[in-house]
Nanobody, 125 residues
């Protein structure tokens, strides 16, 4: 499956953005979709994940309560709504997919089979 992330931009602290991850074909009901981010000089880190058919979601502690992951199967798209953004959220954001990932592996980037190109999010103070 091919993925395309979009929706990044530059905002001030406290602002909001909504990222989109569009899949090349109908996948949402069979794929687990995750969001990761990578800041300069840092490793790629887990942000959020939505399991197949939207059965459950999980978040990194650093974004819990501020970010929401959701899916629209009709549009083959998963969204990451980011509120109350902070400078430390600045990074390139990537979406990833896998048809068989298990709960214990959702935070591990190499567990995902497919990756999209990233979209830059910049939060200024």
């Amino acid at each position: 499956v091919q993925l395309q992330a979009s929706g990044g931009g530059s905002v001030q602290t406290g602002g909001s953005l909504r990222l989109s991850c569009a899949a090349s074909r109908r996948t949402n009901s069979r794929q687990t979709i995750g969001w990761f981010r990578q800041a300069p000089g840092k490793e790629r880190e887990f942000v959020a994940v939505i399991f197949r058919s939207g059965s459950s979601t999980h978040y990194a502690d650093s974004v819990k309560g501020r970010f929401t992951i959701s899916g629209d199967n009709a549009k083959n798209t998963v969204y990451l709504t980011m509120n109350n953004l902070r400078p430390e959220d600045t990074a390139v954001y990537y979406c990833a997919a896998d048809p068989s990932i298990i709960l214990s592996s959702i935070r591990v980037a190499r567990s995902y089979r497919s990756w999209g190109k990233g979209t830059q999010v910049t939060v200024s103070s």
